[in-house]
């Protein structure tokens, strides 16, 4: 059975202590992972995709990276507007399409 | 704007009640999808379509049932509400293998 582990549940930081957070998965075949940020009240937006081991995205100051059993999003330096839910999910060989997300991490980052 | 947009944004429902919610997108994506979102839980597929005239169960897809007569638009129906059924529903959309756009999602509280 596909599963995605997202690690930790919550994040508390200080504006400018960079951190990272994990994205495990178990899956049949993976045909790409996803990272997205979600705002309280809104729907998730999405962030980067990564396809193959070794590949890295950056937008500002997030970075995420993918190996052949986890992904990382990094964030450098964060700023109180970083604060949100940041969420995994992947799409795999046979799902038609379909996302499996993790359960999120909730990142709060205070000035 | 093009995007997802989903209504009502709010909905008190008694148990045993029924109701529609309706996800409309205007970017010509084939792919929709209906998901639950729980605290703890991360978002659970309901269901989706693959294109026009289709549709699919997802992980959660009990007392639910949907239905996409035209390619803009993907239904989601509650034929007997359950208290169980209180959640955060988000629809999205998606071309191919891209990432989805969320719409904002509809609180939904069954007492």
């Known amino acids: 059975e596909d599963q995605v582990t997202q690690s930790p549940e919550a994040l508390r930081l200080q504006e400018g202590e960079s951190s990272s957070l994990n994205c495990s998965y178990t899956v049949s075949g993976l045909r790409g992972l996803f990272w997205y940020r979600q705002d309280p009240g809104k729907g998730p937006e999405f962030l980067f995709t990564l396809y193959s081991a070794g590949e890295e995205k950056e937008k500002e100051r997030l970075k995420a990276t993918l190996t052949k059993k986890e992904s990382f999003l990094h964030i450098t330096a964060p700023k109180p507007e970083d604060s949100a839910t940041y969420l995994c999910a992947v799409r795999t060989t046979d799902s038609w399409g379909k996302l499996q997300f993790g359960a999120g991490t909730q990142v709060v980052v205070t000035p | 704007n093009a995007g997802v947009t989903q209504t009502p944004k709010f909905r008190v429902l008694k148990t045993g009640q029924s109701m529609t919610l309706l996800c409309a997108q205007d970017?010509?994506?084939?792919?929709m999808y209906w998901y639950r979102q729980d605290p703890g839980m991360g978002l659970r597929l309901i269901h989706y379509?693959?294109?026009?005239?289709?549709?699919a169960k997802g992980e959660v897809p009990d007392g639910y049932n949907v239905s996409r007569l035209k390619k803009q638009n993907f239904l989601l129906g509650l034929e007997s509400a359950a208290p169980s059924q209180t959640s955060v529903y988000f629809c999205?959309?998606?071309?191919?293998?891209?990432?989805?756009?969320f719409g904002s999602g509809t609180r939904l509280t069954v007492v």
């Open positions: 999205a959309s998606s071309y191919s293998t891209k990432g989805y756009t």
């Open positions: 970017m010509n994506h084939e792919y």
């Open positions: 379509s693959v294109g026009e005239g289709t549709t």
